[in-house]
């Protein structure tokens, strides 16, 4: 039996959480600096206490199973979770459910020695600190394999030396996790990496530039340089070699609720479209009766059904006991067409606006800039759709005759052998 209904159960919790986030927690967003400022007195002041009631309601950081230590509600309530936090730009940190620490706290929990849990995942989950994923680097961008940023080791310590590029919260951050070559001879390129917890005042750290884009309040990106930085071997999460498969293991979640928090922003972004094109009028009647408004609200209503569904069905899978890797192409055709969902229904609502659409009163040109970053993050969306369509051509097989078996002429020969030439 197949049912598009939410768990009776769960649904109140749901409504609790949209009327929650619109009420409490959106304001924030216009008046506060960047999520991650933990220690902003401003973020003290008025964000404690909305997590304070989230975690009464027993909905606090959500997002690790119970093998974890988590309270196990599945990738698809965490979906629809994550489909009402998007609607704000603090909901994800008032739920301790933001990025990175996500992914960070889920490979912590998977990979983590009892001693790093207990340093830095149990206060990570306890927003008591934020934390950083740094990956990419400069000249390498989105592929592990170019990556040159090194450890080498010396008796108890490894030396690390190398840039890191686009390090998304490395300013506020206590800690970075990140992927260095520890082996660059070894016989599998993706075993030559290994993943460190690094402190972020560790000597030889430095941050050479933050970047920043439109509709960010603070510039937060790091480019970081790292000079003879030494941590100990008791600073390697996981085993020696084994980066890409703890990037693996963060990513994939990781990607669900970074789309269904888009899926939150777009749908903003139409439901303010709705409201505009009702209450505007131009030559004479409303701008909602014009076909070719009519049109953009058809296209965009049916842009969020379809990602909506996509989305939902994967987390599903995950929830049937699907590992992440069993099921990346679903992943991938999410991440992949992601951006052109947000693109298009955020440009429909810009439009619709006119020149108030342009303006920094609207969000919408802010959205529209991040739909480049969301195709971007994680992962271009270049990469996924190669991963979409070779996972998808492994279910298929080729034909060597000189015309493909489902040739008109084969397949009449066919159904007359099997059902005779008539009358």
């Known amino acids: 039996m197949w049912s598009f209904e939410n768990d009776p159960d769960f649904q109140p919790e749901l409504d609790w959480i949209d009327t929650f986030v619109r009420e409490k927690v959106q304001p924030l967003d216009y008046i506060l600096g960047s999520q991650w400022d933990i220690h902003d007195p401003e973020f003290v002041r008025l964000v404690r206490p909305l997590q304070a009631e989230v975690q009464e309601r027993g909905l606090w950081a959500c997002h690790l199973g119970p093998e974890l230590g988590g309270p196990g509600y599945g990738q698809l309530k965490l979906a629809l979770m994550n489909e009402k936090f998007g ?30 849990k207990k340093r830095y995942l149990e206060p990570l989950l306890a927003n008591e600190v934020v934390s950083c994923f740094s990956m990419t680097e400069p000249q390498g961008g989105a592929d592990p394999l170019l990556f040159r940023t090194s450890a080498v080791r010396d008796g108890d310590e490894w030396v690390i030396n190398g840039e890191k590029w686009f390090a998304s919260e490395a300013e506020t951050a206590a800690f970075y996790i990140m992927m260095v070559v520890t082996d660059p001879e070894a016989e599998s390129p993706y075993a030559r990496a290994s993943m460190f917890i690094i402190d972020t005042d560790t000597p030889g750290i430095e941050i050479v530039q933050n970047y920043g884009f439109y509709g960010e309040p603070e510039d937060t990106h790091a480019h970081l340089r790292l000079t003879d930085v030494r941590v100990p071997h008791a600073a390697m999460l996981g085993e020696p070699g084994q980066a890409f498969a703890i990037a693996q293991t963060r990513l994939g979640g990781g990607r669900m609720h970074h789309a269904m928090r888009t899926l939150a922003q777009a749908t903003r972004a139409f439901d303010m479209t709705c409201e505009r094109v009702l209450s505007r009028s131009t030559k004479g009647e409303v701008l909602a009766r014009k076909q070719m408004v009519q049109e953009k609200i058809a296209d965009s209503w049916v842009q969020l059904r379809q990602f909506r569904l996509l989305i939902l069905e994967t987390a599903w899978l995950a929830d049937q006991g699907n590992d992440w890797k069993a099921i990346r192409k679903n992943v991938s055709a999410v991440k992949s067409i992601m951006p052109d969902v947000l693109h298009d229904i955020a440009s429909r609502a810009l439009h619709l606006h006119g020149s108030l659409g342009l303006s920094h009163e609207m969000p919408f040109a802010e959205w529209v800039i991040n739909s480049f970053h969301i195709g971007l993050a994680d992962g271009p969306t270049e990469v996924h759709k190669m991963v979409v369509a070779r996972e998808v051509l492994k279910d298929y097989k080729a034909d060597d005759a000189q015309f493909p078996s489902y040739i008109r002429h084969q397949q009449v020969q066919h159904a007359r052998a099997l059902y005779g030439t008539g009358a």
């Not at 603090?90 to 990175?100: D, H, K, S, T």
């Open 87 to 116: 609607m704000s730009r603090f909901g994800p940190i008032v739920f301790g459910a933001q990025a990175p620490d996500t992914g960070n706290s889920e490979i912590l929990a998977h990979f983590g020695t009892p001693e790093q």
